[in-house]
C-alpha cells in the first residue's frame, strides 16, 4: 500500500537547476524521515539527502553540500530535492526512500533520470 512516486526530472546544462518531487501515500508521512539517494550507471546506489518526520534536520552527502536541498511539505505528502549548479557528475536515475522501522522495511519510488549535458 506504501507508494512513493518521483516527478521532475530532465535534460538540463552544466549550471542549471531542476526541483525533483516525491508523492508519498499509505502511510502517514509526518512520522517518518524521507531520503534521496541516486545510481549512476556502473555504480553503487549512494544516499543523496535524508530530511526528519518534521523537517528540523537534513543532511546531505559531500558531493552535493551547497548546491542541493532537501525539503518536505507534511500537508501534501511530499518530500522536495531542489539541485542547483549541476554538473555532469550528477547524471543518475533519482530515487525516493523511506525506512518504516515497525516493519524493518525500505519502500522505494521508481526513480526519475536526472541528465546533466550540455
Known amino acids: 500500500q506504501v507508494q512513493l512516486v518521483e516527478s521532475g526530472g530532465g535534460l538540463v546544462q552544466p549550471g542549471g537547476s531542476l526541483r525533483l518531487s516525491c508523492a508519498a501515500s499509505g502511510f502517514t508521512f509526518s512520522n517518518y524521515a524521507m531520503r534521496w539517494y541516486r545510481q549512476a550507471p556502473g555504480k553503487e546506489r549512494e544516499l543523496v539527502a535524508v530530511?526528519?518526520?518534521?523537517?528540523?534536520?537534513?543532511n546531505y552527502a559531500d558531493s552535493v553540500k551547497g548546491r542541493f536541498t532537501i525539503s518536505r511539505d507534511n500537508a501534501k505528502n511530499t518530500v522536495y530535492l531542489q539541485m542547483n549548479s549541476l554538473k555532469p557528475e550528477d547524471t543518475a536515475v533519482y530515487y525516493c526512500n523511506t525506512f518504516q522501522s515497525v516493519t524493518m522495511t525500505n519502500y522505494w519510488g521508481q526513480g526519475t533520470q536526472v541528465t546533466v549535458s550540455s
Open positions: 530530511i526528519s518526520n518534521v523537517g528540523g534536520s537534513t
